[in-house]
């Protein structure tokens, strides 16, 4: 990601305020401030928590909460809405929107409509912006009113906004049936945080963050004990949330958090297991080891860990740390630093190439490794679309070939079976594809990479609207390969017809990756739909910037889209008189 890029994302924003709060302090205000912090602690935080939010920061009688997933914010402010007891009364907007970072807080468009749409909300109610409207579509269970267009004060263009009162909520239910919290397990249950790094080198985050997956995997595989996966743990990297709180998000007993130091040849892993409930320490432990003794190290942390949690393994359960790809320290490096680059946020020619020499190195170490076997299928099917190499023509047979060798390597892991179905939907072999994917999920349903490709799959079959969901989800479980999912997910709402949302993620997938061509073209064609026609032609015309030689009609012809859904893309580009 370029520096100054990084400082930037979609999100939505929730902006909420106490209705008559001068009053109420005027009146009572001991009571009033004694009743506010009994809705937060009771009522607004723990919502918050309950749909993946994060508040940015209270201000007085006022609250900014960040959401990754608009869906979720519309589903906190509702929960919020109905489970207060008639003391404190809230005023909400909503909006959807880019950000800036600074720091902990946001500021930027997309927090001001937020602003401005909260005094626009009736008492106990909630103002919603047209983009956030589109794009929840029918996935929340109440329907908002048409509230016209309204100038808000320093926004530039008039905002259409939608409205829900509490008075229209004719299901509602008691307050104490809103958003339950489910029950812990009955059996041990745990969840790992990203190991931190401690090397004082940031080029060794790759390491850390392969040992804590490698970490997660061994401990999936002990019986009896029920592990969150990678995913749902690493939204939680670079974070600073308390331990019961992240419990009580993920429901699970306990979490392991840790942090990792290497040096040349040495590497001290430190690690600590937390009641969830208490936040007290249940087991604690620091390994000095040469990195050769890096799967003696994970076995340790494997048995302490069992242990501290009281299960009962019958003798030969416990699984080794080798057994989940390698048992070569030189392999396990080479693999780790190349799913790394393949994975960032910017992947071209170059970091095709070196992160495939990677991972062909741990292969050279060690041909048994799966894994390699199915990034690097991935990474051709992705060099076959977008051309980086000399012989992207051939890369579609070179990552079917791939794949099946990671699947022959490891029957039982979800990532073979992930990268053969997204081979065979290129291939557009997608019954094929399909039965892949059902393998994959029953061995996995966690796993961000099989719900990408799961919705990606429906897009084959005209269900934009069912696709949506499934790539939100995804985004959900692994935020960090966010800026992959973000072309997939507004071509999911472009072909849905919902152009206003779609345009904004193309925006944003862009601000992440800037010599992105293909997200430049679909932002043409959203903006197209949406009649603004010398915008589209101008997106036209940086796309050509980016990439002289793009060719939509090869592009199109490579897509795993239904016919409908390709000529819709050609439909755009004609209607703002664009000769692909």
């Known amino acids: 990601m370029a520096e100054g890029d990084a400082s930037r994302r979609l999100a939505a924003v929730l902006a909420a305020d106490v209705v008559g709060y001068s009053r109420l302090m005027a009146a009572d205000e001991s009571g009033t401030l004694t009743a506010l912090k009994h809705h937060r602690e009771a009522v607004f935080d723990p919502n918050v928590v309950r749909h993946h939010g994060r508040i940015v920061k209270l201000m007085g009688d006022g609250t900014l909460v960040e959401f990754g997933s608009v869906v979720d914010a519309v589903n906190c402010a509702l929960a919020i809405q ?31 409509i937020a602003a401005r749409l909260e005094p626009l909300a009736d008492p106990g109610g909630i103002c919603i912006s047209s983009i956030v409207h589109e794009s929840i579509g029918g996935r929340v269970e109440v329907a908002f009113a048409d509230g016209g267009e309204v100038q808000a004060k320093n926004i530039a263009r008039p905002i259409r906004i939608w409205k829900w009162r509490p008075t229209a909520d004719a299901r509602r239910p008691p307050a104490a049936a809103m958003s339950p919290q489910p029950a812990l397990p009955d059996a041990p249950s745990i969840a790992v945080l990203p190991f931190a790094n401690m090397s004082g080198d940031p080029e060794q985050e790759y390491f850390s963050d392969g040992m804590t997956e490698d970490i997660i995997t061994d401990l999936s595989k002990v019986p009896g004990l029920m592990v969150i996966a990678r995913n749902s743990t690493f939204a939680y990297k670079g974070r600073h949330v308390d331990i019961p709180t992240i419990a009580g998000a993920l429901h699970v007993r306990s979490v392991l958090e840790g942090s990792i130091r290497r040096v040349g040849n040495r590497v001290r892993v430190t690690a600590q297991l937390i009641d969830g409930a208490s936040g007290g320490h249940l087991w604690a432990d620091r390994y000095d080891r040469d990195l050769t003794d890096i799967f003696a190290v994970q076995d340790e942390l494997t048995r302490e860990i069992v242990g501290a949690l009281k299960i009962k393994l019958s ?42 020499v990677l991972l062909r190195r741990a292969l050279e170490l060690d041909p048994d490794f799966a894994r390699p076997y199915g990034w690097l299928a991935v990474a051709y099917v992705n060099d076959f679309l977008n051309e980086w190499s000399d012989r992207h023509r051939d890369s579609l047979a070179e990552a079917h070939r791939l794949a099946l060798a990671a699947v022959e390597k490891a029957p039982q892991d979800v990532l073979g079976h992930a990268a053969l179905s997204l081979v065979l939907q290129v291939e557009r072999k997608f019954d094929e594809a399909r039965v892949e994917l059902d393998l994959a999920a029953a061995l996995n349903p966690n796993d961000a990479l099989t719900m990408s490709m799961q919705a990606v799959l429906l897009l084959s079959r005209n269900r934009a609207d069912e696709a949506i969901a499934g790539m939100e989800a995804a985004m959900r479980l692994d935020p960090a390969w966010a800026h992959g999912y973000l072309h997939y997910l507004g071509t999911a709402y472009l072909l849905a017809g919902k152009y206003e949302t779609a345009a904004a993620l193309f925006r944003e997938r862009i601000l992440i990756v800037p010599n992105t061509d293909v997200s430049r073209a679909y932002l043409a064609v959203a903006l197209s739909f949406q009649g603004h026609i010398e915008e589209a032609r101008a997106a036209w015309a940086d796309m050509l910037r980016v990439n002289p030689g793009f060719d939509f009609e090869v592009h199109v012809a490579r897509l795993p889209l239904s016919a409908e859904y390709m000529d819709k893309l050609r439909e755009g580009l004609a209607k703002a008189g664009i000769s692909p």
């Not at 030189?330 to 190349?338: H, L, N, P, T, V």
Request: proline share 4%; aromatic share 6%.
């Open 315 to 356: 003798p030969g359960a416990l699984p080794s740390a080798s057994d989940s790809g390698t048992n070569n320290p030189e392999a396990q490096d080479a693999y780790f630093r190349g799913r790394a680059m393949l994975s960032g946020a910017i992947v071209n020619r170059e970091v095709f190439l070196s992160g495939s």
């Open 82 to 112: 109905r489970a207060g007891d008639g003391r404190i009364t809230l005023r909400i907007g909503i909006n959807l929107g880019d950000v800036i970072i600074d720091g902990d807080d946001i500021y930027g468009d997309g927090v001001n």
